[in-house]
């Protein structure tokens, strides 16, 4: 199997575990901080979302694309509600979706230097942004089990 359709198939799966979370969450779930240090979900939903259209563009063109800072900024992330960050999502699978349909596969062992100046191939950083968006809907699982949700979303999508 190339390296194009191993991540085509994991990309059609967390973007459909996730987007069956995020469809099966209130707008006030989304709002809430969880414990004292927590993020809303729509925060760190919408980074996720962001991060998936960055790593598309950087991978597509590494030396045309500004590194990003590392750690969450929370002024291009918050967004004002669950059906917002669900938007920002959406379009980030698309676009990573995209570029991986274009991506040459010989490029996919191409190496690059992402934010954390440690080489890496562009399959793996594009691999990376999408377990990144798997490790929030991880999280937002678990904001739903916390809020009285007993039931698991995300399965449906196997």
């Known amino acids: ?11 059609a799966h967390v973007e459909t575990s996730v987007l069956q979370d995020v469809e099966n969450s ?3 779930l989304f709002a809430e901080s969880v414990g004292s ?19 598309a563009r950087y991978v597509a063109n590494p030396d045309e694309v500004e590194l990003l800072k590392m750690g969450p900024d929370p002024e291009k992330t918050q967004a004002d509600s669950r059906r917002q960050s669900q938007i920002i999502l959406k379009k980030g699978f698309r676009d990573i979706r995209k570029t991986i ?11 690059i230097m992402p934010m954390w100046k440690k080489e890496i191939t562009k399959g793996h950083f594009l691999l990376y942004a999408l377990a990144h968006a798997l490790y929030h809907d991880g999280q937002l699982a678990l904001t739903q089990l916390m809020s009285g949700d007993q039931e698991i979303h995300w399965i449906k999508a196997l």
């Not at 199997?1 to 990309?11: A, G, N």
């Open 37 to 55: 240090q927590a993020r809303p979900a729509t925060n760190y939903m919408t980074e996720a979302g962001l991060f998936l259209s960055y790593a």
């Open 26 to 28: 209130s707008d006030q």
């Open 1 to 11: 199997m190339s390296t194009r359709q191993l991540l085509l198939d994991f990309h």
């Open 101 to 111: 349909e274009a991506l040459p596969e010989e490029q996919f062992s191409e190496m």
